[in-house]
């Protein structure tokens, strides 16, 4: 009897330190709540690795670029948008992901009383920013899409908005975004895994993302796009130490999305290997980062044909040093910066030097970022046909060609480039048993299921961009 009394009240000793029997049903390994912090860094993670990874189903963009080719699926360098589910795991992610993970950290931060306002004012301008450049990305790939009434649980059917329309509000919040990080608040430290909490960094991003999104403009509204750019052109990125990057770790699950499909220590996989068209300038050029970008074969750098299949042993692959389980994923770096910089002194835009001087500025940062010197840089650019005064073409051509170079590795900033400069030449593949008449896509087809889900919308949206076609222009890609 005396051991069922003690029984008894042992229960009901640990029973009274709960409210409820279910409180015993929580799983402490799936939180059902998180603070605003862990949805900033998830939301950052999520977009890296988007931009980051090469599966196939998700990300194509080195394809597009022509700076990888496959060895054995022909689909993706064929532009085949529809056997695979391409389309709606990049929509998926920046909507359902990101965007909704940095919905909900805003929602968490501006419901805190204990934040001081001029923090909270800063916390959220981190947010906006990242926000800004996701929307970036999606109307850059899609081009109208739903906005004013997307993430709204109540509405399942958003009406797509006009990505101009789109691109000009974006503007709008990048430019208070900016105000609010120079109000003086402290925002997200820790939980800030690209500059820690350094809001003078994130001032330099933000302007720098500003003036991306500016020249984007160039070619469709040239008053504008100067407006934008001499604005930000003062406070944008001014040494790689500035580049805007997610830090991947040297172990799952923070690893590099190119050591999950591609390192030995992790995937067995052997899907790429570059392409000839990258490899066949740079050897011409005699490029100092070819050790950094590639491997070789028999001491060459050889690229494999694009567009067709390639034995993966006879051809150059990406190079040790972007397959490291801890090598970063670059959001926007100071080499791109003085290419656009370079790019507005040509068109006419006060941004202050010359547009040589940015040139040479680009090209160093690169090289330099890569682990070559400047020495190196300094001896590849005097070469006649890399000086900026001797090199053939016009402004377009020269920058296109050596900002395409550099952005090696960041194929979707490389095929937005490509389509916004229209240079280098690229071709898609042709001859053999390539099907006739391909053409390299200047946007990303809808997803499948929007037909089903959000047919009408969708349909609308289709109609006014001319057919929801990869061969669709977008409204600032004119030329």
């Known amino acids: 009897m ?21 409180d015993y049903n929580i799983d402490q390994k799936r939180p059902s709540t998180a603070p605003a912090e862990t ?20 990300n194509n963009f080195r394809l597009y670029a022509q700076q990888w080719a496959t060895t054995t699926y022909l689909q993706e360098p064929r532009y ?14 920046l909507y359902k992901d990101v965007i909704a993970d940095l919905r909900e950290a805003r929602r968490l931060t501006d419901e805190d009383d204990l934040i001081a306002e001029g923090d909270k004012a800063a916390m959220i301008a981190q947010l906006e920013v990242i926000e800004v450049y996701t ?23 958003p009406v797509y908005d006009n990505d101009e329309t789109i691109y000009a509000d974006i503007l709008v919040r990048l430019d208070d975004a900016i105000a609010s990080l120079a109000s003086g608040g402290d925002g997200f430290d820790h939980a800030d895994v690209m500059y820690d909490g350094d809001l003078d960094q994130w001032i330099k991003f933000a302007n ?47 690893n590099n999305p190119l050591s999950a499909n591609l390192n030995p220590a992790f995937s067995s996989r052997q899907d790429y290997v570059v392409a000839s068209t990258i490899t066949d300038k740079m050897n011409a050029l005699n490029d100092p980062r070819r050790p950094f970008y590639f491997t070789t074969v028999n001491g060459e750098y050889k690229g494999g044909n694009y567009g067709f299949a390639n034995a993966y042993g006879d051809f150059s692959h990406t190079s ?49 970022y890569w682990g070559g010197t400047v ?28 900002k395409w170079i550099a952005l090696y590795n960041r194929g979707i900033d490389a095929w937005t480039e ?31 299921n929007e037909q089903t889900l959000n047919g009408i919308n969708r349909q609308a949206a289709a109609d006014g961009m001319g057919g929801d076609l990869a061969t669709s222009k977008l409204f600032w890609d004119v030329n």
């Open 208 to 254: 720098s993302l500003k003036l991306k999104l500016g020249m984007l403009l160039a070619d469709v509204d040239k008053a504008k796009a100067k407006q934008i750019v001499e604005a930000a052109a003062a406070n944008v990125f001014t040494s790689n130490d500035d580049n805007a990057r997610f830090p991947y770790l040297s172990s799952p699950p923070n």
């Open 375 to 402: 020495a190196d840089a300094t001896t590849y650019r005097n070469q006649a046909s890399v000086k900026y005064t001797s090199a053939a073409g016009t402004y377009k051509e020269k920058i296109g060609l050596q």
């Open 418 to 448: 490509w389509r916004r400069l229209d240079y280098p030449v690229l071709l898609p593949p042709s001859g053999g048993n390539v099907p006739v008449g391909l053409t390299i896509p200047v946007r990303i087809i809808y997803p499948i």
């Open 320 to 368: 040790n040093k972007t397959i490291a389980a801890d090598f970063e994923a670059l959001f926007l770096d100071y080499s791109e910066v003085e290419f656009l910089l370079a790019e507005a002194v040509e068109r006419g835009f006060a941004v202050g030097g010359t547009a040589e001087e940015h040139y040479n500025k680009a090209i160093e940062a690169s090289i330099v």
């Open 135 to 157: 929307w970036f990305v999606l109307v850059t790939t899609f081009g109208d899409a739903p906005y004013s009434q997307a993430m709204d649980y109540r509405n399942p059917v």
């Open 2 to 22: 005396r051991h069922l009394i003690i029984i008894f009240i042992s229960l009901t000793l640990i029973t009274s330190c709960v409210d409820s029997l279910d």
């Open 80 to 93: 085949d948008l529809t056997s695979r589910i391409i389309p709606q795991n990049i929509w998926q992610t």
């Open 39 to 58: 949805f900033l860094t998830a939301s950052v993670k999520l977009l890296s690795d988007l931009i980051a990874t090469p599966n196939v189903n998700v």
